[in-house]
């Protein structure tokens, strides 16, 4: 029997475990789902309306000049998607970079990384699950890390996962992995600084044993052509692994820096981001920290894969966001099948949506909460001025006392 679905309430208040060890489970069959979801919808006129007037932020100053020309432009894109369940917008694209092996910390003393989070909005409660590499990407893709410890290269995964549920909701779809040489390259080595164990694709069985699902492991070089065209021709989910270097794992955090600053650029330039689009940038795990967040919103000093960076990057989205609410991996999950209206896998079930991205935002100062939890009206890095010419290290230490609470509603 599969367990209880969480309440509206439930999905907004938790945040995902470590996630399960065995393999993840989805939300229901398709016909429960779909009356819950519309149990929820039906709920959603009133219930949205007082979270978003309640939720925790960090935000800053009210939107003018440009960044309310985007947020007009924004709604009046996403109009025809909506809402879709516990906030988040019903998206028309969203894309998913993974870069490599950085703490929040030097993210941010990084300064093209920098500049990005200034200009856009960031996690700062952000939590990766797992060390090593593999068990985050197994979880950013499945619920789950499968009780995977290791950067294993023929540790097949038989369990739902994005690649399974896409093409059942007649999705379109890609993972781009910059540096291999073909289409559906199921190697664990080869073609130009790739490595296997940074693409969780090639680990579930039902995409190794599948011509049809393998073809949407793709170049990355395929994905640039489509980005400079009309936004029908991208995929409604796009995946990006950069290369060994570009992720930052083999090279210095300013050449992935600098790859990232492109990137965004090339994405932020396309019709399919401007047409209802979102990025999410997000780093697999920090560089030997292990904390963790754990239920009920909570941080402890071990267990997991420290703090990382987590940048979102949609049009209207206000300028210099910072949201101090606890997330982890299981939460980006959430917030993509929510976008795109698919059955919760695994620890995504219970973990907490980024709503707070795309709330409205009030004027005024952050809660009694929030400043608790370090979060305030504005990214302001460590070293600028107010115009933030010096990027630097964010105003707060990376590490956190046991326990420590964090922000939240």
């Not at 309640?54 to 000049?65: P, R, S, W």
């Not at 300028?319 to 997330?327: D, E, F, M, S």
């Not at 907490?352 to 004027?363: D, E, G």
Request: glycine letters at 12%.
């Amino acid at each position: 029997m599969s367990p209880p679905s969480p309440t509206t309430s439930e999905r907004l208040d938790s945040v995902g475990t470590l996630g399960p060890t065995g393999p993840p489970v989805l939300l229901t069959g398709p016909e429960a789902f779909r009356a819950r979801r519309r149990a929820l919808l039906g709920l959603a006129g009133a219930a949205l309306a007082a979270f978003a007037a309640l939720a925790v932020l960090g935000t800053g100053a009210a939107l003018d000049g440009p960044d309310a020309a985007a947020a007009a432009g924004a709604g009046a894109g996403q109009a025809a998607t909506g809402t879709g369940r516990a906030g988040v917008p019903r998206l028309r694209h969203v894309f998913v970079v993974v870069m490599e092996n950085l703490d929040a910390a030097e993210a941010l003393a990084t300064p093209d990384i920098a500049r990005l989070a200034e200009r856009w909005a960031t996690a700062t409660s952000y939590y990766s699950v797992a060390h090593p590499s593999l068990p985050n990407y197994l979880a950013l893709t499945s619920g789950g890390t499968w009780g995977i410890t290791s950067d294993c290269t023929s540790c097949y995964v038989n369990g739902p996962n994005l690649f399974s549920e896409l093409p059942a909701a007649h999705e379109s779809f890609g993972a781009y992995m910059e540096g291999i040489p073909s289409p559906c390259y199921l190697d664990p080595y080869g073609g130009v600084d790739y490595a296997g164990k940074h693409d969780p694709f090639r680990y579930y069985e039902d995409v190794r044993s599948s011509p049809s699902l393998c073809a949407h492991i793709l170049p990355y070089s395929r994905l640039a052509p489509l980005l400079a065209g009309p936004a029908r021709t991208v995929p409604r989910f796009v995946w990006v692994t950069p290369n060994l270097c570009d992720d930052g794992h083999d090279c210095p955090p300013a050449t992935a820096g600098a790859w990232l600053a492109r990137f965004v650029g090339e994405v932020t330039g396309s019709a399919a981001w401007r047409d209802g689009g979102a990025l999410f940038v997000t780093w697999d795990e920090s560089n030997g920290i292990d904390s963790a967040v754990v239920p009920p919103g909570r941080i402890v000093p071990s267990g997991g894969g420290g703090p990382v960076l987590t940048i979102v990057v949609a049009p209207g989205v206000p300028r210099g966001r910072r949201v101090g609410l606890p997330y982890n991996h299981y939460s980006l999950l959430a917030t993509v099948e929510d976008a795109l209206d698919l059955p919760l896998l695994g620890a995504a079930r219970a973990a907490r949506p980024m709503a707070a991205f795309f709330s409205p935002r009030p004027r005024g100062h952050p809660s009694r909460s929030e400043q608790a939890a370090g979060v305030g009206p504005r990214l302001r890095l460590a070293g600028t001025s107010a115009s933030g010419r010096r990027p630097g290290r964010i105003g707060r230490t990376a590490g956190v006392p046991a326990s420590t609470p964090v922000g939240g509603p």
